[in-house]
């Protein structure tokens, strides 16, 4: 007997690839078509529900009895809020006294509290202070451990930076002036919380007191950082609805008054001094407050209406 010529080689042969993955691909079409039902049915397929950010764990269990183990606070500010030393000093000398302003619990009065406020310069210090009090002794050369809470820092730009941080870090931080509309996402910004509005409410307030007053047309000066453009944005849009008609004169930002360029400024007022608008709101940084008004004056602006919502 002659054996097969064909015995005991491979069904699917290697000279005929092209058979082998069409027959792949047609098993691949029949597992599909059979999980997904026939595609004469009427049923309609629903799209996957969104999934959630992760919620971030707990920061602190109220509901634990009170340790030895002492609380680590820290502040953060700088020379552009001049209140802030006067302010952290109040709320420990209250919180010591056992006689907050705002109740707490009685377990929470019982904590030991070690306070740090740090308080800068410039800017670039605020940030690096900010870094400095969330690493603590990671960092060497850093005797004091690391903050379990930081309050503050003074502009949005700052709480954007250091909040990153604390978002790896899982130290919850807490904003007194930070306006941004950035730092309200929870997915970017898990542990940032704060006690103050968001700035494009305050152009949605300088629109609707012009459109009281039947101003129709008016001009929005601010300051080119995060929280003030959104400020102007939120008036530019309350405008579009209630039909005002709103010119934006956007300043130069410059993160501390030392580096102000006077002569842009100028620039800039001379060219809201020469428009046609009447009615100004404003939205700058409170240590430019004095510089913005002077210019303001020098131009002869101060004979106008300037509608000053927010100097932060």
């Not at 010529?5 to 069904?11: D, I, P, Q, V, Y």
């Not at 307030?205 to 001009?219: D, R, Y």
């Amino acid at each position: 007997r002659s054996r097969p010529a064909n015995r005991g080689k491979s069904k699917f042969s290697v000279a005929r690839p092209f058979a082998s993955q069409t027959t792949l691909l047609l098993i691949a079409v029949i597992l599909l078509w059979s999980c997904c039902g026939s595609l004469c049915d009427d049923e309609v397929l629903t799209p996957p529900v969104p999934t959630m950010p992760p919620t971030p764990p707990p920061i602190l269990n109220t509901a634990s009895p009170v340790t030895d183990r002492v609380f680590q606070l820290g502040f953060c500010g700088s020379i552009h809020d001049w209140s802030w030393p006067a302010v952290v000093a109040m709320v420990r000398k209250a919180f010591e006294a056992g006689d907050p302003i705002v109740p707490l619990p009685a377990s929470a009065l019982k904590r030991k509290v070690d306070w740090m406020m740090i308080f800068a310069d410039t800017t670039q210090e605020e940030i690096m202070n900010g870094y400095i009090q969330m690493l603590g002794s990671r960092l060497r050369e850093i005797q004091f451990e690391p903050r379990d809470a930081l309050i503050g820092c003074t502009y949005s730009p700052v709480s954007e930076k250091v909040g990153a941080l604390s978002n790896v870090l899982s130290t919850p931080m807490i904003g007194y002036v930070s306006k941004a509309g950035s730092l309200s996402s929870k997915l970017e910004f898990p542990y940032f919380m704060r006690t103050c509005s968001v700035s494009s409410e305050f152009g949605i307030v300088f629109v609707t007191v012009c459109s009281h007053f039947k101003w129709n047309s008016v001009g929005y000066l601010y300051e080119g950082y995060v929280a003030a453009q959104d400020a102007f944005d939120g008036a530019a849009l309350t405008a579009k609805e209630n039909q005002v008609l709103i010119k934006g004169f956007c300043f130069f930002h410059y993160p501390d008054e030392v580096d102000l360029g006077q002569q842009d400024w100028k620039t800039e007022m001379d060219n809201a001094m020469n428009s046609d608008n009447r009615v100004f709101g404003m939205f700058f940084t409170s240590n430019k407050a004095s510089s913005v008004l002077t210019l303001a004056r020098d131009v002869g602006m101060n004979r106008r209406v300037l509608l000053a919502w927010e100097f932060l």
